[in-house]
């Protein structure tokens, strides 16, 4: 079972339908048995059947989960692979210590792999989707992995299997997604 | 949270303002009345009805004019948001927005820079799904224009059903157009809505048709009892 978590200002938002459910949609149409869940409603029952865990971008002005962090703390013990889309980025760098600057980037931008990964194996760059307004500086025990001509648009955690990435690949990159549900577990 | 949704009268506006009325107060639509017949962003065959729209709805309407000239059209747009700031104090917008990056961007800068939220509760939605709902929440939506082959004129002023849900789906397959008319291949018209107090009733229209490209123009309309 695949988590979907949702990162936005309140359970059931309006921002649901823009920022969860296109995930949603591709993580359906790959096969995969999904549930979405709200940040604020995890469980460890809930983070122990999933499989595979992604979680959800927000609107630009929404940064609530920024100022939850005690809703976060599992991703530090957590051993399945995670991947964070944008919000969830951020989230996830906040997790593990690291910092959100101002850098405000709407609409397409070029991003460039700067280490192999299995996730962009194949795509040394490729055009994505930004919408965001902070950017990360990737904390200690992260390495980056793709960049933009502003930002670190993607990172990895070097032991455990935690991925971030700032662009939304809902939009034109859906087979980030995917390679992220389908890629072997050791690649990780 | 009070919310302005950018509404142009057709189906997709028209249901991203129903979703955001589930969520959050809708203070009121937002509409910029284009005189460029080519406007990408703005223009669609009965912008003009908008008003009457506003009215089966029960809901305030800010209305500004642009020339469409590309890039002064959205400090148009800027500008009327701004007016519905002061005038009803929104702190978002919504739009109908399915797929365009390049609507879609433009809008969430003009947000930005205004410092409001930005919802587009439609946003990559599945398309077959998403008209399944439209028509299955009984909006009455009539097709106001066709800019792409095969279209013909009978397509001019037909109210979608499952019936053209079908014919839309065979078109798609074959000429490679959007479902939703996402990519300008058609347009729409919203007669009633869920959340209309009265429904639009057109008393008279003209259909002008020529090489796949079409307009289906209310030219008398009245409200009615629902």
Redesign the interface.
Known sequence: MILIVDLCYRE????E??FV??VA?IVHRSGFPYRILHHSHLTARDLSVAERILLCGT????NAFAERPEFFGWLREIRVPVLGICAGMQAMALAFGGTLVPE?E???TEVRCVQEDPLFERHPEFTA?G?H?SSVVIPGGFSELAVSSSCVQAMRNDVLPLYGILFHP???NEWVVVRFLTMPWRAC | MKLGVLFSGGKDSSFACWRAMQHEEVACLISVLSRNEESYMFHTPNIRWVPLQAEAAGLPLVQGETEGREGAELEDLRQVIRLAMDLHGIEGVVTGALQSVYQASRIQRICADLNLWCFNPLWHAEPYRYLKELLGAGFRVVVAGVFSSPFDASWLGREMDGQVLRDLEGIAHTHRITLTGEGGEYETFVLDAPFFRKRIAIQAAEKDYRNHRGTYRITRAVLEAK
Request: net charge negative.
């Open positions: 059931r938002s309006l921002s339908y823009e459910e296109p949609g609107a630009l002005r929404d405000q709407i609409g397409m989707y919408l307004g809902e939009v034109r």
